[in-house]
């Protein structure tokens, strides 16, 4: 099989890239990632020069470039997003550019070249915020954005449906929880608290630090990709969750335990706007059609993870100072 992964330099797409490698020896890769702030070539070293692997900077929203490049493929595996809440409050036109435009310009390649078979990777913040007491989020709850950034993935989720619709574009969908895992950019909470631990600063907790949410290890994540782009029925929507949910606050103790640091390093900072309060996902429809579930224990992924950025220093150090932006320009010319 010949895939075609947008944003394949990001922290999932990289996981991804990594696990189908070692998973199917014989599959190619093309990889399209603009290499903005969130893409490093530095994730994907270890794979430069494979046979089976191909690195292409461009932007989804480029008509041409996907056009030519959907035509080598089987498949497009779609992670390409902006994906960080907080950007996308203080600016949402790249969100609206990338999430929804770029998704547009991908279909319609598809449709285009005999209907590519297309897998929308999404997130559970479509569904919006849940209270308490509220059952998890499943395929049928209905959408509720409450950011920008979540807006921009429910409209590209309702667009990869309606090319289902009317096109009949052999799509699937999967909204996924929060992940965590190695190559997680230090902006997203869990490689933020621990490098600014390792560096001896203080943790940001927005708010009152009761904001509960799901964790996923990546690795669980992509299984569950791939699996339903192997084996999930057209059209179909499938939910992915880690199966623990738990406040920020608890996260951040457990973080400062494992760190063996004190609550002295906790700082309580102002809110974010709109800050949805839980998210929860049922995954009961995968589990009973595809036999998935996650397998990673939470405290163990987390120490693993922790391990991984111990392990890593220079990588997050690198994105941390900005100097992992010069590794493309040394290793490539650019194609425009
Ligand atoms: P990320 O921000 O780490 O990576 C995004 C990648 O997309 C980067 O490599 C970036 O360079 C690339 N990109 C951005 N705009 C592009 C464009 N216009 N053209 C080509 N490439 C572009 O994101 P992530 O955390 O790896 O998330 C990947 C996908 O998974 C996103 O669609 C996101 O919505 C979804 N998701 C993420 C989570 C999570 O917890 N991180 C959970 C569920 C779903
Ligand atoms: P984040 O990793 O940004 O993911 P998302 O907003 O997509 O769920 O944030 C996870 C949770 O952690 C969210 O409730 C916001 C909170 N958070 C903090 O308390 N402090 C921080 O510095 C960050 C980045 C997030």
Redesign the pocket.
């Known amino acids: 099989m010949r895939l075609l992964v947008?944003?394949?330099?990001?922290?999932?797409?990289?996981n991804f890239i990594h696990h189908i490698l070692e998973k199917y020896p014989d599959y190619k890769i093309i990889n399209?990632?603009?290499?903005?702030?969130?893409?490093?070539l530095e994730n994907l070293k270890t794979i430069e020069g494979h046979e089976n692997y191909e690195f292409v900077k461009?932007?989804?929203?480029?008509e041409a470039l996907v056009n030519e490049l959907v035509k080598r493929v089987d498949a497009i595996v779609?992670?390409?997003?902006?994906?960080?809440v907080d950007r996308s409050i203080m600016g949402a036109a790249?969100f609206i550019?990338?999430?929804v435009m770029?998704t547009h310009v991908l279909l319609d390649a598809a449709v285009k070249n005999n209907k590519k078979r297309f897998h929308h990777?999404?997130?559970?913040?479509v569904f919006g915020s849940l209270s308490p007491d509220d059952k998890p989020f499943d395929e049928n709850t209905v959408y509720a954005p409450r950011n920008p950034?979540s807006a921009s993935?429910a409209a590209s989720d309702h667009l990869v449906r309606s090319y289902f619709n009317t096109y009949k574009l052999p799509i699937t969908i999967?909204?996924?929880?929060?992940?965590?895992g190695p190559?997680?950019?230090p902006e997203?909470i869990i490689p933020l608290f621990l490098t600014n631990l390792h560096e001896g600063k203080k943790v940001p907790v927005y708010g009152d630090g009761m904001q509960i949410r799901d964790w996923?290890h990546?690795g669980d994540?992509n299984r569950g990709v791939d699996l339903v782009l192997h084996k999930g029925r057209e059209g179909e929507t499938y939910c992915l969750g880690g199966g623990n949910e738990i406040p920020n606050i608890e996260l951040t103790r457990k973080l400062l335990a494992i760190m063996g640091k004190g609550e002295e390093n906790i700082e309580y900072v102002i809110d974010r706007p709109g800050h949805d309060r839980r998210y929860c996902i049922s995954i009961k429809k995968i589990n009973s059609e595809l036999g998935w579930h996650p397998e990673y224990d939470f405290e163990k992924g987390l120490r693993h993870t922790v391990d991984w950025y111990l392990a890593n220093k220079e990588w997050w150090q690198r994105v941390k100072s900005g100097d992992y932006q010069k590794y493309y320009q040394e290793q490539y010319i650019d194609r425009k």
């Open positions: 947008t944003g394949g330099a990001g922290f999932i797409g990289t399209l990632d603009k290499l903005t702030y969130a893409g490093n461009g932007d989804i929203c480029d779609h992670f390409a997003a902006e994906s960080h790249e550019r990338t999430n770029g990777v999404s997130t559970d913040e950034y993935k999967t909204n996924c929880s929060n992940n965590y190559w997680q950019f997203k996923i990546t994540h």
